[in-house]
């Protein structure tokens, strides 16, 4: 009938509309399937045992009530003509039972049977599709549903024993055709199977779509990767575990696969992301933390391609591990990992708040200094990698690809050092940050991680301005992270006019301009008198006498006379003259200012030692005279010689980068 097997659900029962009373109930959970009998036992092997045994109870029942009325007939019978009025009425009573009997068992006859499937794999939705298929009602497979119908279908029995073309045939097919075929659907049915279990296990298909998935993860495209955030931590465990087993399997499809998960499974993973899978599963933080701990598990041992776990990646995962306070192993792995991508690393990226109470400053500078030392330990041990490489090398080629490596080891460093500076510029304004954490900070990086010391130079002038109230020791020690010989122009031009640095801070910032800018100026005189002795050569060869010749002969080309050009070398002569006295006058003028500041060093030194001795403080800063008692003279650097302004500061001269331990002592 074309109208088998459609149905209505009325409060918690379906019934199926096909025009005739239901003769079989079936309780499924909490919903009830008024059916017929004899469609579904067609199909099914297990409805069709279960009913037939409810038949054979029946007639049983009869044959007990037939011979309860032939035994009190028989009592009747014998008894005496005293009791026979007696007799009558017990007789017209049990005449009346039997009546009611047999009212109750044409009811009881007429009553559908009633079959209960407490654990009926699921549910009741999976129940109305097979009874639908009973009622040859076509039913859509999908990866979604196939798992549930295939199990349904060994719960009932309806194989091809049974009938032919049956269920579990069906789902069979579509499962090994269609589903395991590609690895985005074979992820829904194993979704699915974490509502069937144990009947998925049993059937081996858990195993079939984990295989599929790990088999096809490389050749297919990355468009199915969003679909493993639906996986439960189990089943995604097994689907890592399956990929990791595998040699066929790339690096980056296993990246992809960890990616996509924790980016589809952890909320608040990066702060930029606001998708969120409708499908994925909502988790309490405690789920949360075992996702978190799951994936940063999963992470490759080798370092990331960086492809796919960016550094962005790797510092979210660090902040969503602080924020859900996972295990320090996970901490300390990730950390580690985050190092191996550092030189990737945005400023964003590093920001961490500090989530911890123990901690008083608003981001955690102490994770960003951990992760700045593996970095410089895994540097290191690059490093020492490369130079064992290059001792062993024995040919050309060997040895140039020792030089190729060493390459962007040295560019990741200046990445890395840009980064640590706007780091500390950035966090320099917070009044928790002690002036150990910064200064720790700031020399934890080697000489050759800055080409200029202006970012870090313009994050110690940020944390003077925000911490007016340092004592002149400490304003001294955060100074002295700077390398005032690293500065260029327009920082040293700044260092020279800034009150918030200790005056001998800026009188070392213009010793070492002024030093430059002489060996700058000493330089080109060498240069020039190089060239002089050339240049009189030159003329002298011009003015070789020539031969004889006609007079024809003896003008230019233009026309001019031949001694044409002799007042135009004797002008450049004497141009060149004036040029050299006033460099040598220049020079002599520098050797008095050096000698000057070097005066005017000593003069400070010796105060600031007697100032010390008698137990009064110095005065470090120009707006702080009320804390600190004395006034610096506002013609400081006039009465100290201090004459020129700035010109230039080559911080390129690599021979006057002293190391950073000489530098905390801020020797001149």
Same mark, same amino acid.
């Given at each position: 009938m074309s109208s088998a097997g459609h149905g209505a659900t009325r409060g918690q029962a379906w019934f199926c509309t096909t025009g005739l009373p239901s003769d079989v109930v079936f309780d499924v959970q909490d919903m009830s399937f008024h059916l017929h009998k004899f469609p579904l036992m067609s199909k099914s092997r297990k409805i069709h045992r279960m009913v037939m045994e409810q038949e054979e109870e029946q007639p049983p029942r009869r044959r007990r009530r037939r011979r309860r009325r032939r035994r009190t007939?028989? /009592?009747?019978?014998?008894?005496?003509?005293?009791?026979? /009025?007696?007799?009558?009425?017990?007789?017209?009573?049990?005449v009346e039972e039997e009546d009611e009997e047999e009212e109750q068992a044409r009811k009881e006859e007429g009553r559908p049977y009633c079959i209960v499937f407490p +654990?009926?794999?699921?549910?009741?939705?999976? &129940? #109305?599709?097979?009874?639908? &298929? !009973?009622?040859?009602?076509?039913v859509e497979l999908t990866a979604w549903n196939v798992v549930p119908l295939r199990c349904a279908a060994e719960y009932l029995e309806m194989t091809e024993e049974h009938a032919e073309d049956n269920l579990a045939a069906r789902a069979e097919a579509y499962l090994e055709q269609t589903v395991l075929r590609h690895p985005g659907e074979a992820t829904k049915a194993l979704k699915s199977c974490e509502e069937l279990l144990p009947h998925a296990e049993e059937l081996g298909i858990v195993d079939r779509c984990v295989e599929a998935i790990a088999a096809r993860s490389s050749a297919a495209s990355r468009s199915w990767f969003? +679909?493993?955030?639906?996986?439960?931590?189990?089943?995604?465990?097994?689907?890592?575990?399956?990929?990791? /087993?595998?040699?066929?399997? =790339?690096?980056?499809?296993?990246?992809? !696969?960890?990616?996509?998960?924790?980016?589809?499974?952890?909320?608040?993973? *990066? =702060? *930029? $992301? =606001?998708r969120r899978l409708a499908s994925a599963p909502v988790s309490s933080e405690v789920e949360q933390r075992e996702l978190l701990e799951a994936v940063v598990a999963s992470l490759p041992a080798d370092k990331c391609s960086g492809r796919v776990v960016t550094a962005k990646f790797l &510092?979210?995962?660090?902040?969503?591990?602080?924020?859900?306070?996972?295990?320090?192993? %996970?901490?300390a792995a990730l950390e580690r990992k985050a190092a191996t991508q550092l030189e990737h690393a945005t400023l964003e990226d590093v920001l961490i708040p500090s989530y911890s109470g123990a901690t008083e400053t608003l981001y955690d500078v102490d994770c960003v200094e951990r992760v700045v030392r593996h970095f410089l330990a895994e540097e290191e041990e690059l490093g020492e990698a490369e130079a064992s490489?290059?001792? %062993?090398?024995?040919? #050309?080629?060997?040895?140039a690809a020792a030089t190729t490596l060493s390459r962007p080891s040295a560019v990741a460093m200046v990445h890395v050092g840009k980064l640590v500076d706007s780091y500390l510029a950035e966090v320099a304004s917070d009044d928790n940050l002690k002036p150990a954490k910064f200064c720790e900070l700031a020399l934890a990086l080697p000489d050759h991680a800055r080409i200029y010391d202006d970012g870090v130079y313009r994050a110690v002038d940020i944390y003077l301005k925000a911490h007016p109230r340092l004592t002149a020791e400490e304003r001294d020690r955060v100074c002295g992270v700077v390398d005032g010989r690293?500065?260029?122009?327009?920082a040293c031009t700044h260092a020279a006019q800034n009150e918030r640095l200790p005056l001998r801070?800026?009188?070392?910032?213009?010793?070492?301009?002024?030093?430059?800018? =002489?060996?700058?100026?000493?330089?080109?005189?060498?240069?020039?008198?190089?060239?002089?002795?050339?240049?009189?050569?030159?003329?002298h060869y011009h003015q070789q006498p020539r031969p004889a010749a006609p007079s024809s002969s003896r003008h230019s080309v233009d026309g001019t006379g031949g001694d044409a050009w002799r007042p135009a070398a004797m002008q450049e002569s004497q141009?060149?003259?004036?040029? $050299?006295?006033? $460099?040598?006058?220049?020079?002599?003028?520098? #050797?008095? #200012? !050096?000698?000057?500041?070097?005066?005017?060093?000593?003069?400070? +030194?010796?105060?600031?030692?007697? !100032?010390?001795?008698?137990?009064?403080?110095?005065?470090?800063d120009a707006g702080d005279a009320s804390a600190d008692g004395s006034a610096r003279p506002a013609n400081w650097r006039s009465r100290y010689g201090c004459k020129f302004s700035t010109q230039v500061c080559d911080s390129h001269a690599r021979n006057v980068v002293a190391s950073r331990a000489s530098r905390m002592g801020m020797s001149p």
């Open positions: 007939t028989s /009592e009747g019978s014998n008894a005496g003509e005293e009791g026979a /009025e007696q007799t009558e009425i017990e007789e017209a009573e049990e +654990d009926f794999p699921g549910g009741p939705g999976t &129940f #109305e599709a097979a009874a639908k &298929f !009973c009622y040859g009602v076509r969003d +679909d493993l955030a639906v996986l439960g931590l189990q089943m995604y465990k097994r689907v890592m575990a399956a990929m990791a /087993e595998r040699a066929d399997v =790339r690096t980056e499809a296993r990246e992809s !696969c960890l990616v996509s998960y924790a980016k589809g499974t952890i909320p608040g993973l *990066s =702060r *930029s $992301m =606001r &510092f979210a995962l660090l902040r969503t591990a602080h924020i859900l306070r996972a295990s320090n192993a %996970a901490r490489t290059s001792a %062993a090398a024995i040919t #050309e080629e060997a040895a690293k500065l260029t122009v327009e801070a800026v009188l070392q910032v213009l010793f070492f301009e002024q030093l430059q800018l =002489r060996r700058a100026i000493t330089g080109t005189l060498m240069s020039s008198s190089s060239g002089a002795p050339q240049a009189r050569q030159h003329r141009v060149l003259r004036l040029d $050299m006295d006033s $460099m040598r006058n220049r020079v002599q003028d520098l #050797e008095r #200012e !050096c000698s000057s500041m070097r005066r005017a060093i000593k003069k400070i +030194d010796g105060r600031g030692s007697s !100032c010390s001795a008698a137990g009064s403080p110095r005065r470090s």
